[in-house]
């Protein structure tokens, strides 16, 4: 297995719903007029899925992470015979950030014996995954990330170690951050304490939103490209002459004029910022982000964290090496 | 599921309430000492009290560096007894292809309470809880201590995150990504989880008392459980012997509620088919199975259909007696008991348990039991419905 097809693309965040309102505030990015979106995702289409009894208690982030879970299945044409063997990972930064502070809420404003057992019991990191296994009835392996910029890649190791070793056929890959007023606050603060190429783009707001793929081993089934070569480590991995999307510690060495890109001000400072990243290589090496962007044959993402942990990876129109 | 290869421990550390090493921790065992106590690190604040398995703080010192949390020092801590077990040196770990997985709950979420509650008074509290935060990722934060270069991953699957670790660590390890992995899973009492699990009602006021009748739910606890999980072309290399090796691991997902197990363990049984396929071995060829055995209703429930009859007959221990419900770590410091017990060919009782549930059915071991066989199971139930299983065996082994 040389890389892994991404076969479906669910995508919601703070600037919109799906691959083409991406591709245009991408572009308008490289046109050197975006800004972040100051709000939450919307998920009132989740409705389309489930049933709005199932959704009255589900909160925001289990809410874009599972409606961006059921439109990467829909995006690949997958039902629930062909989803029988798949595993689900889940990337992470800080989990469901603001239930965590709605049971502190409920403990500071009523005491420990009052506080929330539901906010406790679904602020745990795992348990949209689980959400998403319940509501698509998918009994494979079922795994959550959780670590700051460097949660994709990590999360895609463990999808291809999947793959390999023959435990599922198919992965459904997501990744999940949301925005909070104490993250908003603290953000700038964090990021003027640290030295300007460190810091990148952390002084924007925090992102909010969920995006997913259907990955495959088999490259027939590349429908939006191919994700491949995957590293994780402490070694900086560096193609040179080829386009590159930069996220984390990274954004601060972006460069358009040597074809490295930082798309922060398109979907904020998001913890898992590199799955959007892939999300908008799949639309550069199919031409979707021209006329700011000419198509790519390849593209390189990566990720730095602030302990200098690397990831990167290189998606591919199906056909390309 | 294929079959694959085993891959060798060379290393194996653990610090919890029972001992601050795997040797310690073992005695404990034996002999059924147990010392579950009031919180001694923060305010209770409840109406009734509720026993916790706590680490005593004489026995991590290193903890005073408030720039770590108190999950990174416990994992350090497992981590150089595994290391020098394994005869690696701790502060030289930057010269091959080492990663670190590492399972936590605690470890990784927004717990800082007294930040939190001064910000939203609009109050602008000095960063420190938070910067902490962010240098404390339990994998990320020990592969910089130790100068490991390879990938560093944290699972975050609550209460099976250790058994994740391990399982996806020995895949790093036969897939060619890491000659040596630093696997296990490590978290902290917190004044957070204590409430939340009282809340949840499945917190028993007195110790705790897994398949036991009179059981009322679980005990929280702290701690880290660690392995060195070596390449054999690596551990040949450097001849460096074999304490034991992971054969196989399995894991899935109920697909049943977001929080409760399915009341017949059937992501369970998955798991521990996958785990034994990959193992290439059968029920009949286990030793013994190490449970999970929190002591709460549903858990002990859902075990127990497994037990009563994909395992019939096999023993089986409960250690959460001994050690708290150590939530991401349990899966690894139960891992180590595994490993350690098949070498010792002897399963000590399980702590806690006196009288037999006649609804379970079941009955943990009640005295020293030799067990003999070529592998044992170590299975963990977690939140969100996720099972996960590890078939072990001892050194020399198959």
């Known amino acids: 297995m040389t890389g892994m097809a991404v076969e479906g693309i669910g995508l919601v965040w703070s600037g919109g719903h799906g691959l083409d309102d991406l591709a245009a505030r991408a572009r308008d990015m490289l046109a050197g007029t975006a800004t972040p979106a100051d709000v939450r995702a919307e998920t009132d289409s989740l409705k389309n899925y489930l049933p709005t009894r199932a959704l009255r208690r589900m909160d925001h982030f289990t809410r874009m992470t599972l409606l961006a879970a059921f439109e990467a299945a829909r995006d690949a044409g997958l039902d629930a015979t062909a989803l029988a063997s798949t595993g689900i990972v889940l990337a992470t930064g800080y989990g469901p950030a603001a239930l965590t502070f709605e049971f502190l809420d409920s403990m500071i404003d009523f005491g420990p014996d009052m506080a929330s057992p539901q906010a406790f019991a679904h602020s745990v990191h795992n348990i949209p995954a689980a959400t998403v296994a319940v509501s698509l009835k998918l009994t494979g392996p079922c795994t959550t990330i959780g670590q700051i910029d460097t949660a994709v890649p990590a999360a895609l190791l463990t999808a291809q170690a999947w793959l390999r070793e023959g435990r599922v056929d198919r992965v459904l890959l997501g990744a999940s951050d949301e925005y909070t007023n104490l993250l908003r606050a603290v953000a700038p603060r964090l990021a003027a304490g640290v030295s300007g190429t460190i810091a990148g783009r952390r002084h924007l707001p925090p992102g909010d939103g969920a995006a997913f793929f259907c990955l495959h081993p088999d490259p027939a089934r590349a429908r939006h490209g191919i994700v491949r070569d995957i590293a994780l480590g402490t070694t900086p991995i560096l193609t040179p002459e080829r386009a590159t999307f930069l996220s984390g510690c990274l954004t601060g060495h972006h460069d358009p004029s040597k074809n490295m890109h930082a798309f922060a001000p398109v979907y904020g400072s998001l913890p898992v910022a590199m799955a959007f990243d892939i999300v908008l290589a799949t639309l550069a090496v199919n031409g979707r982000l021209e006329p700011t962007l000419r198509i790519q044959n390849a593209v390189q993402c990566r990720t730095r964290d602030h302990d200098g942990l690397h990831g990167a990876l290189t998606v591919t129109r199906r056909t390309a090496s | ?398």
Request: with cysteine.
């Open chain 2, 1 to 398: 599921m294929h079959r694959v290869e085993p891959v060798s421990v060379t290393g194996m550390g653990c610090i919890c309430a029972a001992g601050s090493s795997v040797p310690d921790c073992l005695a404990a065992l034996d002999h059924g000492r147990r010392a579950p106590g009031q919180p001694a690190r923060f305010r209770d604040g409840h109406a009734r009290p509720y026993p916790v398995f706590e680490v005593p703080d004489a026995a991590l010192p290193r903890a005073r560096d408030n720039d770590l949390s108190r999950t990174v020092h416990l994992a350090m801590r497992a981590a150089r007894e595994a290391l020098n077990q394994a005869g690696l040196d701790p502060t030289r770990m930057d010269g091959g292809r080492v990663g670190v997985c590492i399972g936590t709950s605690v470890g990784a979420s927004l717990n800082f309470l007294d930040f939190y509650r001064r910000a939203r008074t609009g109050e602008t509290p000095d960063l420190q809880p938070v910067r902490r935060y962010l240098r404390s990722n339990p994998a990320t934060a020990m592969a910089r201590l130790l100068g490991a270069t390879g990938p560093a991953q944290t699972v975050v699957n609550a209460c099976s995150s250790g058994t994740d670790a391990i399982g996806l660590g020995a895949a790093w390890i036969r897939q060619g990504l890491c000659d040596v992995v630093l696997a296990g899973g490590a978290d902290e009492l917190s004044e957070i989880t204590y409430a939340g699990f009282i809340r949840l009602m499945i917190t028993d006021e007195h110790p705790c008392r897994p398949f036991d009748a009179a059981r009322r739910g679980l005990n929280l606890g702290e701690g880290a459980g660690m392995v060195v999980l070596e390449a054999d072309s690596h551990r040949a290399q450097r001849g460096a012997g074999r304490l034991g090796a992971v054969l196989g691991y399995g894991t899935a997902a109920d697909a049943h509620h977001p929080t409760a197990p399915h009341p017949e363990g059937l992501g369970l049984r998955r798991a521990i088919a996958d785990a034994l396929d990959q193992a290439g071995l059968t029920v009949a060829d286990l030793a013994f199975v190490n449970a999970h055995g929190t002591g709460t209703a549903n858990n002990d429930q859902a075990e127990a259909g497994v037990f009563s009859s994909l395992l019939a007959d096999i023993p089986f221990i409960a250690t959460k007696g001994m050690t708290g419900h150590t939530l991401g770590a349990a899966g690894a410091i139960e891992a180590v008991f595994t490993m350690a017990h098949l070498r010792a060919g002897l399963l000590p009782a399980s702590a806690g348990f006196t009288d037999m549930d006649p609804s379970l059915g079941v009955l943990p071991t009640t005295a020293p039991t030799p067990v003999r066989g070529v592998a044992a199971l170590s299975q963990s139930l977690a939140f969100g419905g996720n099972n996960s299983a590890l078939v072990l065996a001892p050194g020399g082994q198959p």
